[in-house]
């Protein structure tokens, strides 16, 4: 391929072209300006010999006769030009007859047609009948014109009338000679002086106009570059960005592929980071993100790079690593770095990262692929409050077919009729009466049918979409409790909330605006939380269930007894409801009664309820009662159903008076 110009070398060329066809038409103008100058000059001179000297020697009487007096021819022929500028002059009559020739030597016939021109119409007729280079010959009128001629001297042949002192009608024709090589000389000076004078006033315009387009081009140059760089670069850290990562990957997977290496990735972003920027604000988050940049930067080789993807989140490429061990044991370090606190406009902040890590090729065989499984390999890590995880397969939920369903969950989100929500009675053990519902959301699918929620909802709450999720829900279940009340029926109804939804800043406002939207009171809304939801962050959680409970909404602790929830965590959380696990309650029969009524006794002592979920056999139940669980929930007495079946299940068990649901 043809390597293009660059624009000033383009200019430069197509510039100097043009300043050069100028230069070359401004030159040959004045050359035909001066040319066009020194014929009239030499016509002005040979008019202003004839009309001066011949008229003043040749009388009117000569020219009638056709014959002049010696004396007369001597003094025409002394008197021609002392510098030897007119070498030949004729005269001749009306008759065409030679009245005087300078040049004796000769005896030219009469050009009748310029004699006719000159004597008839009186029209001027020069003519260039020689050229040549001057050889330093000067003609003298005692030279033939053909010596003249041999010696190739420039000469101009004038022929004009004759009319001695204008008195008379023109009385013959003069034919003048004139030697042109010094005109010809100082026409050739001038051109090359003003040819000289051109060249340079042109070639100093072009070297000021090509400095000029030179410095705006490596100006607009240095412009393009730098802007090309700062479009590869984060502005706010000054580490290469995602697109310049992803460049610097694909040739690093390029490389070991050749050469059978190793490539190593590393996904990691700082754990709470939004809080840090809710509470302390964008500038002083800013200025975390920095520093950790800059720590970053401080412990990598010159070979690998550490970018910044966006947010809070960052990546390291290693180059060149050996094995896994050795990304592990990079990853550590990293952790190492973060464990340093950060002093931030006077505050100290203690800030943890999630990593994730993978290789090529033990894990990926491309680009891409490294980045996702990298990215895999952080959300488990992340998930589990590893502080770092290795890629592993087992844990990949990003297989195509969940790719596939969590695409169908978007739709399904955006369409709002797949999903519904049932609801599953909770009955008192003592008085076999319905005290509140627990809201279940269920997906039926346009193609698969029911999805279950053990598949669904872990999606959701993988990809972050549990934040529409539970939106979704509280709304449908605040619209079913609206039409309740307004049909006289209050009956409080428990809510799901993942550890997501609790991480969310203003998760008791949201609650309270749609209580508010909806005009449903707090206490008929309870939301079910469970314990490994409540360790991922225990303060945070803690401090967040505090607020909803102030509004009035009570909370329970699902799946009680599998988690690690200590007695003074349990103490200081403001739980209303313990919920025993089923596994406890199906099992019961095989040591497990034991850890139910303690379970029992200690929401008791705590002033809560003990709530057994799973229950499905009437002596399951019975037992229960008999070890003081106040209230049971399972397909014994009823399994969740939509808004539309739930008086039926009002109606067996009792409750309140169930005709107000019925249409």
Not at 203 to 227: D, K, M
Not at 283 to 307: C, F, S, W
Not at 484 to 490: N, Q, R
Request: glycine fraction near 6%; proline fraction near 4%; aromatic fraction near 4%.
């Amino acid at each position: 391929m043809r390597r293009r110009l660059s624009l000033t070398a383009t200019f430069a060329a197509v510039s100097l072209v043009a300043l050069a066809v100028l230069g070359a038409a401004l030159v040959a103008s004045m050359a035909q300006l001066l040319q066009r100058q020194a014929l009239e000059h030499a016509v002005r001179t040979a008019q202003a010999y004839v009309s001066a000297g011949v008229g003043e020697r040749v009388s009117l009487a000569n020219w009638q006769t056709g014959q002049i007096d010696p004396p007369v021819v001597t003094s025409l022929r002394k008197n021609l030009h002392p510098d030897a500028t007119m070498i030949r002059l004729q005269l001749w009559t009306h008759d065409a007859t030679n009245l005087f020739d300078s040049d004796a030597s000769t005896d030219d016939e009469p050009n009748h047609a310029r004699l006719a021109a000159a004597t008839v119409d009186g029209q001027l007729s020069t003519e260039l009948v020689a050229s040549g280079d001057f050889a330093g010959v000067v003609p003298s009128t005692s030279m033939g014109l053909e010596q003249v001629l041999s010696v190739y001297v420039p000469i101009y042949d004038t022929a004009m009338r004759v009319d001695p002192a204008a008195k008379y009608q023109p009385v013959g024709a003069a034919e003048v000679v004139l030697d042109y090589s010094p005109t010809l000389a100082a026409t050739r000076d001038a051109v090359v002086t003003i040819g000289i004078i051109t060249i340079l006033g042109l070639g100093l315009v072009w070297a000021l106009l090509f400095r000029t387009v030179h410095n705006a081009s490596r100006r607009l140059r240095a412009s393009s570059e730098e802007n090309a760089r700062l479009a590869l670069l984060d502005p706010l850290t000054g580490l290469p960005n995602r697109r310049l990562l992803n460049e610097r990957l694909e040739t690093a997977v390029s490389d070991a592929l050749r050469d059978g290496k190793h490539v190593g990735l590393l996904l990691l972003d700082i754990d709470r980071f939004k809080e840090i920027n809710d509470s302390l604000g964008h500038d002083r988050g800013d200025q975390l993100l920095v520093q950790a940049a800059d720590r970053l930067r401080a412990i990598v080789r010159e070979t690998d790079t550490v970018a910044r993807l966006g947010g809070d989140e960052f990546a390291i490429l290693l180059k060149t690593v050996r094995s896994v061990a050795d990304g592990v044991m990079f990853a550590e370090r990293v952790l190492e770095v973060f464990d340093a606190p950060y002093e931030i406009d006077g505050l100290v902040l203690h800030v943890e990262t999630s990593i994730g890590l993978a290789l090529f090729p033990d894990h990926a065989d491309d680009m891409q692929s490294l980045l996702k499984l990298a990215d895999v390999a952080m959300y488990i890590a992340k998930a589990g409050r590893r502080g770092m995880s290795v890629y592993e397969a087992d844990g990949d939920t990003n297989s195509p077919a969940r790719l596939i369903l969590l695409g169908d969950l978007r739709r399904a989100l955006d369409s709002g009729d797949q999903l519904s929500v049932h609801y599953q009675a909770k009955l008192d053990l003592e008085s076999k009466t319905v005290v509140g519902l627990e809201a279940l959301l269920r997906w039926n699918h346009p193609l698969r049918g029911m999805v279950p929620p053990s598949e669904f909802i872990p999606l959701a709450e993988q990809t972050g979409l549990v934040h529409t999720v539970t939106d979704r829900v509280m709304r449908m279940v605040l619209t079913q409790q609206r039409a309740w009340i307004d049909e006289g029926l209050e009956i409080p109804v428990a809510v799901n909330l993942s550890a997501l939804n609790l991480a969310e800043p203003e998760l008791d406002r949201r609650i309270a605006r749609l209580l508010e939207e909806y005009d449903v009171p707090a206490r008929l809304l309870e939301f079910e939380i469970t314990e490994s939801a409540i360790m991922q962050d225990p303060e945070r959680a803690a401090e967040t269930l505090r607020r909803i409970a102030a509004m009035g909404s009570t909370i329970a602790l699902d799946d009680f007894g599998i988690g690690n929830t200590s007695i003074s965590q349990l103490r200081d959380l403001p739980i209303d409801t313990l919920k025993i696990d089923r596994s406890f309650i199906s099992d019961m029969t095989n040591g497990n009664e034991v850890l139910v009524k303690v379970v029992t006794d200690l929401a008791h002592e705590f002033s809560m309820v003990a709530v057994a979920e799973g229950v499905e056999l009437p002596e399951t139940a019975e037992r229960l009662r008999l070890l003081g669980c106040d209230i049971a929930q399972g397909f014994l007495y009823a399994r969740p159903v939509p808004a539309s079946e739930l008086p039926d299940v009002l109606a067996t068990y009792g409750m309140l008076t169930p005709a107000v649901l019925l249409d």
